[in-house]
Each structure stands twice: as C-alpha cells, then as structure tokens.
Nanobody, 124 residues
Framework: QVQLVESGGGSVQAGGSLRLSCAVSGTAGRRYCMGWFRQAPGKEREAVAGVDIDGSTEYGDSVKGRFTSSKDNANDSLYLLMNSMKPEDTAIYYC??????????????????WGQGTQVTVSS
C-alpha cells in the first residue's frame, strides 16, 4: 500500500521561501510518477509540479520559474522548493502518486494515491 505524508508547510511572507517534503512508502520495486497539487478555498485543485519516472519535471504555469520539485529515490522522498512566494500561493498542498508515467497535463484524476495535505500561507 502506497502511503504519502507531507510536511514543511507553514506561514511565510511574500517573497519568501518554503520547502515541502513528502515521505513515500510502499513503492519499492515499482516506478511511480510523483506530483504536487494545491487547493485554495473556493477554487479547484491545481497541478503544481510533476516528476516523471525518468526524472523529467513539469510545472504549472503559475509556478514556473519559482518552484522546483525533485525526487530522492535513496530516501524515498519528494520535495517542492518554493521561492519568490506570492499570497496567491496560499493553499493546502498535496503530494500524489501514480504507478507508471505521469498523466497528460498532470491531470489530477490520473493520480490514485494522495497525502493528507499541508497548509501553506503567504502573507503580503
């Protein structure tokens, strides 16, 4: 059973940085696409970043150039480094996984494992 546990959320001022972590278990011997999503109050869930099974990355338009995601296979962890943060980055951030290649356009319905989420708040 794949389990994902996010950590590292919190509050930061605009222009600041945060790093989220996702501890991954239950994927031994299989290759998974890993993704980060976020959902702000009253808004739909949005794809933030994806790391495919070949290590390639994809980012949502709103975070390109500011956020970087990486995967540490040795430590079974996924990271999201968020720089130059804006108030509109405020949301609950979720780690997600699916066996095999990432869904086209990081479609959230294509992911079948989800973490519980971690709150990120950016103040102006």
């Amino acid at each position: 059973q794949v389990q994902l546990v996010e950590s590292g959320g919190g509050s930061v001022q605009a222009g600041g940085s945060l790093r989220l972590s996702c501890a991954v278990s239950g994927t031994a011997g299989r290759r998974y696409c890993m993704g980060w999503f976020r959902q702000a109050p009253g808004k739909e869930r949005e794809a933030v970043a994806g790391v495919d099974i070949d290590g390639s990355t994809e980012y949502g338009d709103s975070v390109k150039g500011r956020f970087t995601s990486s995967k540490d296979n040795a430590n079974d962890s996924l990271y999201l480094l968020m720089n130059s943060m804006k108030p509109e980055d405020t949301a609950i951030y979720y780690c997600a996984a699916v066996h095999g290649w990432c869904p086209a356009s990081l479609r959230d319905s294509g992911f079948n494992y989800w973490g519980q989420g971690t709150q990120v708040t950016v103040s102006s």
